[in-house]
């Protein structure tokens, strides 16, 4: 039986990056992934790079591009007159991309000599684990031996009764990142990160969108000036989105498909070519085998974990979706990389309180830290610092002038306590807000830093002088 110090289960962005980092602190690593493309080739990378982060955001990307030629390249003096959609290219680009990440990341497990077992992982007694081999001509299963263990497999689209998915008229996530043409009409359940990003793809190709809600407020966990502008600037784009919508039943032919839900008015329906049920995502242990080993679950079927993610059992360990927290790749790959340091040294460490988050829409909404309202609750004084995009020159020589950059600061010690962006480039421009955090800096620390112009980071400087009241360009 082979045996290794560090054997993690799956290889998404918190397994992948977890063995990397323990075979650079020269542990002996071994990684188990069955994960197979639409080809049945054995794929590393997980949900991340196969079916979520990436593929979304190569279709964000694309489809940007088009709705840019569409509606806003006239005003550059750009004509377009003729452009035309090849959905299938489109798909086939993304589907290279994933191509592209997926293989590099087996050639880092080269470089750093993490072995790739191709199959399935079950824990059995003893820190072993039993790997059942995937694939053309695999083999019996076998046994390898661990000293510490590294749980990673990740989550699964959650699944609602009303809404079946057929995998043809009603899809999850991963269905929708794979159709051929642009459904006509197209129905969305579920307003969060992933029903939004999708919605936004299809709706610049073309599709006519609904989406419903089951929720009253839009985007719950957003600070409330940001969202409210975000959901009007959505609605603007054409997203018909419905809150306090809940979906009672579906009923579908060949042709199309009939969602029932019910509002406060009563019950109503909608009829969509196609329906993608973005409910959110699940914990993934289906293959895992916990009842064999009694490894502890919570309520909500997580893997239980305490703060440095250790499990019930000892040297074994989870991290990533699969176990509480925000279901991000970047939140899974730091707990990876504090995990095999902890092996290695006894020691790591995940900044949990300054862990940024995206929403990949245009104008992109992104924040780090408390929003306003969760201050509000606690109690907490705090001064508020505001700058309207319209006001900074880059975004309005690039024509992206929707949107603020928010920062709330402690009104006694001036410590930055939350940013929130609704804005072009958001994504990026978050960083330097989770830097400031991360160093307990002020808002004055960021009013004192020297931005570049004309650059749209200039927006987060001035947000900071308005902390001080005294924002120089609004
Ligand atoms: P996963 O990526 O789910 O990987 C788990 C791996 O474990 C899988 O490869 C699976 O095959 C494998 N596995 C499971 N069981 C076993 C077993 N028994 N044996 C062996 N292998 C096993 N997050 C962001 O931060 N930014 C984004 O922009 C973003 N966009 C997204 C868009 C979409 C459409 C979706 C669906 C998700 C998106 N996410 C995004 C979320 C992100 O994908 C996850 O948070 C991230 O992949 C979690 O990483 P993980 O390593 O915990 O698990
Ligand atoms: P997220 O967790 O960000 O992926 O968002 C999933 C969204 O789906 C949440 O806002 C839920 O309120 C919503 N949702 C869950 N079940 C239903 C349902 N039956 N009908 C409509 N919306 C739902």
């Avoid at 045996?3 to 990397?20: E, S």
């Avoid at 191509?99 to 077992?117: D, P, S």
């Avoid at 001509?137 to 057929?166: F, K």
């Amino acid at each position: 039986m082979k045996k290794f110090d560090v054997v993690v289960i799956g290889a998404g962005p918190g397994g992948y990056v977890a063995a990397i980092r323990a075979a650079q602190l020269g542990l002996s690593t071994a990684c188990i992934e069955g994960w197979q493309n639409p080809e049945g080739k054995a794929a590393l990378g997980g949900t991340c790079l196969n079916v979520g982060c990436i593929p979304s955001k190569a279709l964000l990307d694309s489809s940007h591009h088009y709705a840019f030629i569409k509606t806003e390249a006239a005003e550059h003096g750009i004509h377009s007159q003729g452009a035309t959609l090849d959905v299938n290219r489109m798909i086939g680009r993304k589907d290279r991309v994933v191509q592209t990440l997926t293989q590099g990341i087996a050639g880092l497990f080269r470089k750093h000599n993490v072995e790739w077992l191709q199959g399935w992982g079950t824990l059995a007694p003893e820190n072993r684990i039993e790997v059942t081999p995937v694939g053309d001509g695999a083999g019996e299963p076998y046994l390898v031996e661990a000293g510490h263990v590294i749980i990673a497999t990740g989550s699964v689209p959650a699944r609602i009764p009303p809404a079946p998915v057929d995998d043809v008229q009603i899809v999850d996530s991963t269905g929708a990142l794979a159709f051929r043409d642009v459904p006509r009409r197209l129905g969305i359940i579920g307003a969060g990160v992933i029903g939004l990003e999708l919605g936004s793809v299809w709706a610049r190709l073309g599709s006519s969108v609904v989406i419903l809600e089951a929720l009253d407020e839009f985007l719950a966990p957003v600070d409330r000036q940001i969202a409210t502008e975000a959901e009007k600037i959505l609605r603007k784009q054409g997203l018909d989105i419905r809150l306090g919508a809940r979906v009672t039943g579906t009923a579908s032919n060949n042709r199309e498909v009939t969602v029932s839900y019910e509002t406060p008015e009563g019950k109503q329906q909608l009829v969509v070519d196609k329906l993608i049920v973005a409910v959110g995502r699940r914990p993934n242990t289906s293959r895992l085998g916990a009842d064999r080993v009694d490894l502890k679950l919570d309520e909500r079927g997580f893997i239980a974990v305490d703060e440095h993610c250790l499990t019930n059992l000892p040297n074994v360990y989870a991290i990533g979706d699969v176990v509480r927290g925000p279901m991000l790749a970047h939140k899974a790959s730091e707990e990876g990389v504090a995990v095999a340091e902890r092996i290695a040294s006894g020691a790591g460490h995940v900044g949990y309180a300054t862990i940024p988050w995206v929403i990949y829409t245009w104008p992109e909404i992104a924040w780090v830290g408390r929003t306003e309202q969760e201050l509000k609750s606690e109690g907490v004084e705090y001064t508020t610092g505001v700058f309207p995009f319209a006001a900074s020159g880059r975004a309005r020589a690039a024509g992206g002038t929707a949107g603020m950059i928010k920062m709330l600061a402690d009104a006694g010690s001036d410590r930055v306590l939350g940013v929130h962006i609704l804005g072009p480039n958001a994504s990026e421009l978050i960083a330097e807000a989770v830097l400031l955090m991360q160093f307990d800096g002020t808002a004055e620390d960021l009013a004192l830093t020297v931005h570049a112009h004309p650059t749209l980071s200039e927006a987060m400087h001035e947000a900071a002088l308005g902390v001080a009241g005294r924002m120089l360009h609004f």
